[in-house]
């Protein structure tokens, strides 16, 4: 059974840091599709992703290129705000290199779920089949599998109010994406989607590509913050007892 590294602290501080290169070119390529999209609608039909296209139209590229397509502001920016919150602290421990694989690796598995899926004898099967979807969550969603593995007791504030540890919270949207994917067609959300990229990341994490190395470089980053966090403990504690009385 995998052992997978977690942390022993908290920190509610709002975002992870500064952007790493993967996440930063992950959303740069995002919005630059977005806005072509905006110009030129037509695109969204021909690089979104239908099974009925893969199959009568050999659309085989539509596995890839539907993670770069989104169908309004707010699908984009809660998909690129997931991004960066909970990627970049997955890339920093994996490095850009893993981090870009097991990206794709959970989108295109999300798509190759909504294949199967569609083709199953379900009663979401002929309504997946001719749907178009769009949008890179199936990938956030194995983005979010894997912070819940490596950092199962970070909170995570539902909806920006209730604190949650990421464990329970990959747990509640796999419950809702797994009965929502086969209590039928879910309005606008690829709910089977959004399943078939926590699958994926799943059995990508599985399959044990996660070397010593990255393990030990997050092991020397805790280390480093911690001791960073101890330096600032017993800067804090020499400090004035006036100097909060002047602090406003």
């Known amino acids: 059974m995998r052992r997978y590294p977690t942390s022993s602290t908290s920190s509610y501080s709002f975002g992870p840091g500064p952007i790493t290169p993967v996440i930063k070119m992950l959303i740069g390529l995002n919005f630059a599709v977005f806005f072509l999209t905006a110009l030129v609608p037509t695109l969204t039909l021909n690089f979104g992703f239908r099974p009925a296209d893969f199959f009568e139209r050999f659309a085989i590229w539509q596995p890839v290129t539907y993670l770069f397509i989104h169908g309004g502001i707010s699908h984009i920016l809660f998909n690129m705000l997931a991004l960066w919150m909970f990627g ?63 950092f199962p007791n970070r909170p995570i504030f539902l909806y920006f109010v209730f604190p949650i540890p990421a464990k329970y919270f990959v747990i509640i949207i796999g419950m809702i994406s797994f009965f929502s994917s086969v209590g039928g ?20 994490l599985k399959g044990g590509r996660i070397n010593f190395l990255s393990e030990l470089r997050y092991r020397l980053a805790s280390w480093r913050i911690n001791r960073t966090r101890r330096k600032f403990d017993v800067y804090s504690s020499d400090r004035p007892d006036d100097f909060d009385r002047h602090v406003h």
């Open 185 to 204: 067609p879910g309005g606008n959300v690829a709910h089977t989607a959004h399943l078939g990229g926590l699958i994926a990341g799943y059995l990508y």
């Open 88 to 150: 970049v602290e997955l890339e920093r421990l994996w490095g850009s290199r893993y981090f870009a694989k097991y990206y794709f690796a959970a989108g295109i598995g999300a798509a190759i779920t909504t294949l199967i899926v569609s083709l199953s004898p379900f009663s979401i099967a002929d309504h997946l089949y001719f749907a178009l979807t769009i949008g890179a969550s199936g990938a956030v969603y194995g983005v979010l599998l894997a912070y819940g593995l490596y």
